[in-house]
Structure formats: structure tokens, C-alpha cells
């Protein structure tokens, strides 16, 4: 009587420890939580099947839906149209930056003193007759200038605008207090102009300059005297 009742009354378990023995899903594992977890996953994926098999719904299968079918069909609804995520890789380029010119346009303090070219255009000497060097010049142009004021007159007629912030020692910040004014920016516009005009015809650039410019060389040098 123990044993037929026994059957009697646990047939559903039996079924139930049957169909999860089919196709398990989890890995033995020490952990108590995992196993809790894969426990309860198959006994819902098994009692789902055992509500799928006595609803009404249609399959196209004669003796029915067999849990591997059910199992295909649970994993396409989960699934659904997911597509694994793209996988970032290493770029193989780095993405070109918009910078405008004016920003390398910067002192740069050099080994060597090199004769300034402003300085030069404009005829200024040291007092004992020497061209005047200097230790710096422009990242960009690559042409040495002093840091006051030619690095400045020489861009300005350019057409470069130059922040405060482009000099690298502060102390050329309080030296350019004011901006120059129209005539110190058109004198040196006219000599690097003239300069270039004689590099190209191979003559003289200072007998050129001291010769075309005449009266303006020495208004210049008296307005860029400190």
C-alpha cells in the first residue's frame, strides 16, 4: 500500500526529475548559489513544457512537441533578432583634428643666437656695430625673431593673430602692454616685402632696404628703440 501510494502521489515529481535528466542545463559546481540557480531554471523550463504540452495550441509535429522542440523554440523567443554588440578594435589611425594655423605659431628658444630678421630688415645693430641675435624664434615659420617686440610686428603684418598666452616667458606679456600702432605694422610690412624682393634678385638686402626706404628706416628704428 506504501509503494502504490507513493506512486500515486508522486507521479508528477517522477516526471519532472525525468524530463530535467533529458537535457540539463548548468554545470556541477561547490558553490551553493549556483546550484540553486541552475535548479530552479530547469524546473521552470520543465514545467513550462508540461503547460505547453496540455494547451490548445497548434504544432506541426504528429505525435506532438517534444521538449527539444520546445527548447529550440523557448531559445528563439529569448533570442529574438539580438545580434552580438561590435567589438571596438585597436584604430589603425589616429582621426585628423581641425586646428587652425594660428595655434603653432609659439617662441621657441633655440641652442644658438640667430640674427633676428625684423632687426635685420629694419637696420638695427648693437652698439659696437653687430647684428642683433636672438635666442628664439616662431615654431611655425622657423624664423628667429626677438621677443620684443619683432615676434609680434612680424606676425601682425602677417595676418596671424597672436594671443598673450602664445609666449612662453611672461615677462614678454608685460612688455607688450599696447598693441603696435598702423605705422610700425605698415614699416615692417614694407621692408620684409622689400627684403624678399631682393633675396630673389640676388642683391643686397640692406643696401636695398637703406637705399628704397631712405627717411622711413630711421623713423623705424627710433619707434622699435625700447
Known amino acids: 500500500q506504501v509503494v502504490s501510494q507513493y506512486i ?47 494547451s490548445n495550441l497548434p504544432f506541426a509535429s504528429k505525435n506532438g512537441c517534444t521538449q527539444l522542440q520546445y527548447r529550440k523554440m523557448l531559445v528563439n523567443q529569448l533570442i529574438g533578432n539580438f545580434t552580438s554588440r561590435k567589438r571596438y578594435g585597436r584604430k589603425h589611425s589616429l582621426p585628423v583634428g581641425v586646428v587652425s594655423p594660428e595655434t603653432f605659431h609659439k617662441l621657441e628658444k633655440r641652442k644658438y643666437g640667430i640674427i633676428c630678421i625684423v632687426c635685420r630688415t629694419n637696420g638695427k645693430k648693437t652698439a659696437s656695430g653687430h647684428p642683433i641675435r636672438t635666442y628664439w624664434s616662431c615654431k611655425q615659420c622657423n624664423i628667429a625673431f ?41 614699416v615692417t610690412l614694407l621692408r620684409v616685402k622689400m627684403r624678399e624682393l631682393a633675396t630673389a634678385s640676388k642683391a643686397n638686402p640692406d643696401f636695398l632696404v637703406r637705399t628704397v626706404l631712405g627717411s622711413a628706416s630711421e623713423k623705424a628704428r627710433t619707434m622699435m628703440e625700447p
Open 8 to 54: 500515486q502521489y508522486t507521479k508528477g515529481v517522477g516526471w519532472s526529475d525525468q524530463y530535467k535528466s533529458y537535457y540539463s542545463y548548468g554545470r556541477p559546481s561547490q558553490k551553493l548559489w549556483k546550484y540553486l540557480y541552475y535548479f530552479v531554471v530547469n524546473t521552470a523550463i520543465v514545467n513550462s513544457f508540461t503547460i505547453f504540452k496540455f
Open 146 to 186: 626677438c621677443k620684443q617686440p619683432c615676434f609680434l610686428l612680424y606676425h601682425q603684418e602677417k595676418g596671424v593673430k597672436i594671443s598673450q598666452e602664445q609666449y612662453d616667458n611672461p615677462r614678454v606679456v608685460e612688455y607688450h602692454n599696447h598693441p603696435p600702432n598702423d605705422t610700425e605694422l605698415e
